[in-house]
């Protein structure tokens, strides 16, 4: 029985998270924002190096960001309730796995909108990492305009950007116009 079903099936309401795309796009303390752009063509190299045409032969590990998003002692409360603004609803669970293996994350939160999802993980009540997944190919959502301030207010009020590590792309949040193209990708 695939995850989604037996999510339904057993009267839940959660969201699912491949552990593979934890912290894929990734928004962090604006001050990395250099050493993204050298991490990210680092990147690039090593998948043009290690590409065999169907795979990659090698796997490269990220460098730690220099100054962390927990250093912003980001109040969950506070980013909920932000979040709650534009539309997103708390989900009551996060669950994270691969294949067939699914486990709670319990000091992980969700907030969906739509096809969209903000995911962060928690210690004491401050936030340590913040990603998102589904807001990409956004160009027709109904919600397109409640996504774009999201990410803007986000990246004002904690000065915070957005990494896209599959494309090796920053997004500078406070610029709404990279926001929309990001959001608007075809």
């Given at each position: 029985?695939?995850?989604?079903?037996w999510l339904k099936n057993s009267g839940g309401s959660g969201l699912y998270l491949h552990e593979d795309f934890y912290c894929q796009v990734?928004?962090?303390?604006?001050?990395?924002?250099?050493?993204?752009?050298?991490?990210?063509?680092?990147?690039?190299?090593?998948?043009?190096?290690?590409?065999?045409?169907?795979?990659?032969?090698?796997?490269?590990?990220?460098?730690?960001?220099?100054?962390?998003?927990?250093?912003?002692?980001?109040?969950?409360?506070?980013?909920?309730?932000?979040l709650q603004t534009y539309g997103f609803q708390k989900v009551d669970k996060v669950y994270s796995g691969y294949g067939s293996y699914k486990?709670?994350?319990?000091?992980?939160?969700?907030?969906?909108?739509?096809?969209?999802?903000?995911?962060?993980?928690?210690?004491?009540?401050?936030?340590?990492?913040?990603?998102?997944?589904?807001?990409?190919?956004?160009?027709?959502?109904?919600?397109?305009?409640?996504?774009?301030?999201?990410?803007?207010?986000?990246?004002?009020?904690?000065?915070?950007?957005?990494?896209?590590?599959?494309?090796?792309?920053?997004?500078?949040?406070?610029?709404?116009?990279?926001?929309?193209?990001?959001?608007?990708?075809?």
């Amino acid at each position: 029985m695939s995850f989604l079903k037996w999510l339904k099936n057993s009267g839940g309401s959660g969201l699912y998270l491949h552990e593979d795309f934890y912290c894929q796009v990734e928004l962090i303390p604006i001050e990395n924002f250099l050493d993204l752009k050298e991490e990210n063509e680092k990147i690039d190299e090593f998948a043009k190096e290690h590409s065999d045409g169907l795979g990659f032969t090698d796997v490269y590990i990220r460098e730690g960001q220099k100054v962390k998003t927990s250093e912003r002692e980001i109040p969950i409360n506070e980013f909920e309730a932000l979040l709650q603004t534009y539309g997103f609803q708390k989900v009551d669970k996060v669950y994270s796995g691969y294949g067939s293996y699914k486990e709670i994350c319990l000091s992980t939160w969700g907030f969906k909108l739509d096809s969209s999802a903000v995911f962060c993980d928690f210690k004491n009540n401050l936030i340590e990492n913040i990603w998102i997944d589904g807001f990409r190919f956004s160009k027709d959502s109904a919600n397109k305009e409640e996504l774009i301030n999201c990410l803007f207010q986000i990246g004002a009020k904690w000065k915070l950007i957005l990494n896209d590590w599959d494309l090796t792309e920053a997004i500078d949040l406070s610029n709404k116009k990279s926001i929309d193209d990001y959001i608007s990708e075809e």
